[in-house]
């Protein structure tokens, strides 16, 4: 993985400084991740006293660390170094099932002179 590709990753179509001279197209890292039955009995504990649940929030961030993470992995097997236009989605495949998904699109970036 190309560790140095984490500052280049936006939500924006391009970089102050930088311009696209190649666009690879639509990269993506997908996980699929479950609540495990003691951290849904857990969870369930938080809720009785409302505020954050801290076990679904853990959960959740680790899906989309995860998901990020692919998706860089995959612009740098394609030779990207630097992904615009990222976005995240989910999608609650069965109960307790949930698919998240982290995609952009994957680019040569040039430093401009």
Known sequence: MNDGMHAFVTTANGFDG?????TFGIVRGITCRSRSMFGSMGASFQTIFGGNIT????????????????MIQHASEIGANGIVAMRYDATEIM???????????????????
Do not use: C, W
């Open 18 to 22: 930088y311009r696209v001279i190649r």
């Open 95 to 113: 109960q307790g099932v949930t698919e998240v998904i982290a995609y952009g699109t994957a680019v040569t970036l040039e430093k401009i002179p």
């Open 55 to 70: 076990l679904f929030t853990e959960l959740a961030e680790q899906s989309r660390r995860e998901a990020y993470e692919l």
